[in-house]
């Protein structure tokens, strides 16, 4: 990958942040790299603690909505095993069997292909990247190019340094925590956890499970819990909706 290609991915990103007069933060990635890769959706995600992947950026909410709230999918897949997942092809019968619940939704939701590139920090899987397509076929040797850079340039936000040259006269960049669509889902697991006596894993786990088991969104089974429209009780199986 060439100076110029990296210069070019840069400048993408730097360009959208300063039309959005705001430091570069990983929604600009987003947005450039689905510009730059023709995509329908790309997102940004953090292999968490309490919860097993967490969202930190999207350019659309549903794939990620889906795999957070399922735990199965393209990106729980290539953090577990921390390396790439690409599909060209989610309409496959492969895919359907690899993923029985996701595979169907995402093609629903106009999903043809989906690319995770895992966001390492030496053996460590710290997050992943997710492109995502409404047409099937891989990506070609300089999209790939391409969306390994802006893999890189996401992993240096993620760890609080600069992925810009000082040529391009930007400041350093913030580190990047959920925005605000997803910080949601923290705090209610935090709240859940208090009204379970349970530790944050357990309290995620029963937020999710909520929301599969009644078609609702996880981000908004959270602002439910977060607006005391939903609590969570340890000695019951039922939630308390009022």
């Given at each position: 990958m060439g100076t110029n290609r990296h210069l070019d991915v840069l400048m993408g990103i730097n360009e959208i942040a300063r039309a959005d007069q705001k430091p570069v933060d990983v929604r600009h990635v987003c947005l450039a790299c689905r510009i730059g890769l023709n995509a329908v959706g790309v997102g940004i995600y953090l292999a968490g603690t309490a919860q097993p992947v967490e969202v930190v950026g999207t350019t659309g909410d549903e794939m990620a909505e889906l795999q957070v709230t399922l735990g199965e999918g393209p990106v729980p897949e290539a953090l577990r095993q921390n390396?790439?997942?690409f599909v060209s092809d989610l309409t496959g019968g492969l895919s359907a069997r690899r993923w029985p619940v996701f595979a169907p939704a995402a093609v629903a939701a106009g999903v043809a292909a989906v690319f995770v590139i895992p966001l390492t920090l030496g053996a460590i899987a710290l997050g992943a990247l997710e492109i995502c397509?409404?047409?099937?076929?891989?990506?070609?040797?300089?999209?790939?190019?391409d969306a390994l850079l802006f893999a890189d340039a996401v992993t240096m936000l993620l760890l609080g340094r600069s992925p810009m040259s000082a040529a391009l006269d930007v400041a350093d960049l913030p580190?990047?925590?959920?925005d605000g669509r997803w910080a949601v889902v923290h705090q209610a697991t935090g709240m859940a956890s208090v009204q379970l006596g349970a530790d944050l894993g357990e309290a995620f786990l029963r937020l999710r499970a909520h929301a599969y088991l009644t078609g609702v969104r996880l981000s908004e089974v959270a602002a439910d819990v977060v607006a005391l429209r939903l609590r969570f009780t340890p000695d019951t199986d039922h939630e308390k909706q009022t």
């Open positions: 390396r790439p997942v397509r409404d047409v099937d076929g891989p990506l070609s040797a300089d999209e790939l190019a580190h990047s925590g959920p």
